[in-house]
């Protein structure tokens, strides 16, 4: 009788053991299974990422080879300037960038037209044309005002200002950035109860209206 109870206790200490190793393969597994789940969810997302980054990075290259110039603008200066021609700046640069990047006024240039009718902080638009004059085109443009013959003198005040509601299409020309076609503009859009209207109907652009807007008047 006792030995079948030395029987059944080891029987009872193997099945024990055999429970053991069980539990523990099965908890090694357990865990075995939870880090390649998590390594796989981890690759899915970096590769999501990593996918979605590219795709926005192919998106801008994109759009850069379709618009090389996106972002830029150009535009022309001429006159008292050292180096007049064609520029492309940056979008949102002033007049003063122009002037620097065309190597500055030449020595020639109308110091009382820099001073008072040209706004060095106004931003430039794409395809505008900015004329620069001389001294000496100055003062041949007042020469020629003071010398006109016309039947409407009140068209031309006794400083040279041109009424855009009264002047003559020769006396419209005389100014600067307004060639005869600008000119007939001007006179078919009459009358203007204010000088900004000439911008607002489209007669002229707002950079030849800063040009000019100090030479004019109703």
Do not use: H, W
């Amino acid at each position: 009788m006792f030995d079948d109870s030395s029987d059944i206790s080891m029987a009872f200490q193997q099945i024990r053991k055999q429970l053991s190793v069980r539990l523990v393969i099965q908890a090694i597994i357990f865990l075995l299974g939870i880090s390649i789940s998590s390594f796989g969810l981890f690759q899915l997302f970096s590769n999501d990422a990593q996918a979605s980054q590219k795709s926005r990075d192919f998106e801008v290259v994109q759009v850069c080879e379709k618009d090389p110039e996106f972002g830029r603008l150009t535009v022309d200066v001429g006159g008292a300037v050292k180096n007049p021609g064609v520029y492309q700046l940056d979008s949102g640069s002033r007049i003063n960038d122009l002037i620097n990047i065309a190597g500055g006024f030449s020595n020639s240039v109308d110091k009382y037209y820099i001073n008072k009718v040209l706004n060095l902080s106004q931003r430039l638009n794409d395809g505008e044309k900015l004329y620069i004059p001389t001294i000496e085109e100055s003062i041949e443009v007042q020469t020629k005002l003071e010398n006109q013959q016309t039947g409407d003198d009140s068209a031309v005040g006794v400083l040279g200002i041109i009424s855009i509601n009264s002047a003559t299409k020769e006396q419209l020309m005389s100014l600067t950035g307004i060639g005869e076609k600008r000119a007939e503009d001007i006179i078919s859009n009459r009358p203007y109860d204010s000088l900004i209207k000439l911008v607002e109907k489209s007669v002229l652009t707002e950079l030849i209206f800063e040009n000019i807007k100090n030479a004019i008047s109703l």
